[in-house]
Antibody, heavy 120, light 106 residues
Framework: EVQLVQSGAEVKKPGESLKISCKGS????????IGWVRQMPGKGLEWMGI????????KYSPSFQGQVTISADKSISTAYLHWSSLKASDTAMYYC?????????????WGQGTLVTVSS | SYELTQSLSVSVALGQTARIPCGGN??????VHWYQQKPGQAPVLVIY???NRPSGIPERFSGSNSGNTATLTISRAQAGDEADFYC?????????FGGGTKLTVL
């Protein structure tokens, strides 16, 4: 059974760094793209970027380029989303989603989400 | 950049058919995917590549795509179908989501 399990909720202060994780199981982690999606409170889905764990090929949404870093450690089947300096506007739910073996495919398996709260 | 336009809300009577449109320039030339998100839950893929249902999705869910509009159709609507629905395409190696439509079953 394909599963994506995300790390737990985080409460941070502005300016702090943060890395959240998404651990895949039940499939060959290196062969499928994993994307990240932001959902601000009461708002819609926003695509942030995507990574191919097999070779770490990464694409970013222009809206998030330079704001976050997406990475993956294939030895532990885990993808990451990293902020070096959080802002209050980063407060949101973040989802990872597994796409297909080709990039331009839908997210057919989703993690449970990680709630990030940034407040002074 | 490519944009997808969705109505904010759609209402349907219990047992009737709901149609949720998704507009985009020549969207008929793209593969459209649809997600259902219930309150407090992660999105779930309900239609991929315009009209295909993943395993476990009821046959009541169907999709079409032509010209400038893709449509998600939910037949025999049930109370449990109430959710936000998002259309999605790929454009220039990026994912584009529609703004989402809230489906209310009356």
């Amino acid at each position: 059974e394909v599963q994506l399990v995300q790390s737990g909720a985080e409460v941070k202060k502005p300016g702090e760094s943060l890395k959240i994780s998404c651990k895949g199981s039940g499939y060959n982690f290196t062969s499928y793209w994993i994307g990240w999606v932001r959902q601000m409170p009461g708002k819609g889905l926003e695509w942030m970027g995507i990574i191919y764990p097999g070779d770490s090929d990464t694409k970013y949404s222009p809206s998030f380029q330079g704001q976050v870093t997406i990475s993956a450690d294939k030895s532990i089947s885990t993808a990451y989303l990293h902020w070096s300096s959080l802002k209050a506007s980063d407060t949101a739910m973040y989802y990872c989603a597994r796409h297909g073996s080709e990039m331009a495919t839908p997210g057919n398996f989703w993690g449970q989400g990680t709630l990030v709260t940034v407040s002074s | 950049s490519y944009e997808l336009t969705q109505s904010l809300s759609v209402s349907v009577a219990l047992g009737q058919t709901a149609r949720i449109p998704c507009g985009g320039n020549n969207i008929g030339s793209k593969n459209v995917h649809w997600y259902q998100q219930k309150p407090g839950q992660a999105p779930v893929l309900v239609i991929y590549r315009d009209r295909n249902r993943p395993s476990g999705i009821p046959e009541r869910f169907s999709g079409s795509n032509s010209g400038n509009t893709a449509t998600l159709t939910i037949s025999r609507a049930q109370a449990g179908d109430e959710a936000d629905f998002y259309c999605q395409v790929w454009d220039s190696s990026t994912v584009v989501f529609g703004g989402g439509t809230k489906l209310t079953v009356l």
